[in-house]
């Protein structure tokens, strides 16, 4: 089980946004992988990236902890629940915006990771099926290992489960692909970004 997060210091946000962005940064890809990092050339900008959807799905009521004491987070968006609040999704475009370096930087951005094909969440939304997607999970360094990342992805399952929809998600790395695998996910398709970056699709059916 896991528990809604309602309000975090600015402090706490600043702590999640680190601990999503360091494990972009400071993950083992495979020899021919780059990952999203790539595209996102300063861990400090990263950083900020990371906290528009720490803030984003706080304001929303999306966002949960594994516990009050926080040792992982997890964020769902779903196509009829676990919606984002207008205020909150405006808000996140333009942090977004300013996170990645200004609009033209931000389109940049974006744009190259379309060159990859359609994501899996659009590619629902165009055949008008619902789903729940985990659009972020994070577990921090001192508690990985000790299987909250599991409790995060079976909580994601029980409400998927529950609004009788998928679950689905996206990764970078191989090594990622295989442990959500391992945890249940099913791997439906590979979008190429670059020659050195991928992203890969994964989904549970209900």
């Known amino acids: 089980m896991a528990v809604r997060v309602k309000s975090l210091s ?3 946000i600043a702590e999640i946004a680190r601990a999503i962005g360091d494990s972009f940064y400071d993950h083992n890809y495979g020899e021919k992988e780059k990952g999203i990092a790539k595209y996102i050339t300063e861990r400090e900008m990263m950083k900020q990236y990371m906290k528009v959807f720490v803030v984003a799905g706080m304001k929303s009521g ?4 594994t516990s009050e004491r926080g040792e992982g987070y997890i964020m769902l968006m779903g ?3 676990e919606k984002m609040k207008l205020g909150a999704a405006i808000g996140m475009l333009r942090d977004m915006i300013n996170a990645l370096g200004g609009f033209k ?3 940049e951005f974006f744009n190259t990771i379309k060159t990859g094909g359609i994501a899996l969440d659009d590619k629902l939304k165009k055949e008008k099926k619902d789903f729940l997607q985990v659009v972020m999970l994070v577990v921090r360094k001192e508690y990985q290992g000790q299987g909250y990342m599991r409790q995060l992805m079976e909580f994601a399952y029980e409400k998927a489960d529950t609004y009788g929809v998928p679950c689905i998600l996206d990764t970078d790395a191989q090594n ?3 442990k959500y695998c391992h945890l249940g996910m099913q791997h439906v398709a590979t979008r190429k970004v670059a020659g050195d970056c991928y992203l890969y699709d994964l989904m549970r059916e209900v």
Not at 62 to 65: D, E, F, N
């Open 62 to 65: 999306t966002l949960y902890a």
């Open 176 to 178: 990622k692909l295989d």
């Open 10 to 12: 600015t402090e706490e």
């Open 79 to 81: 196509s009829k629940w």
């Open 105 to 107: 930087k931000s389109l």
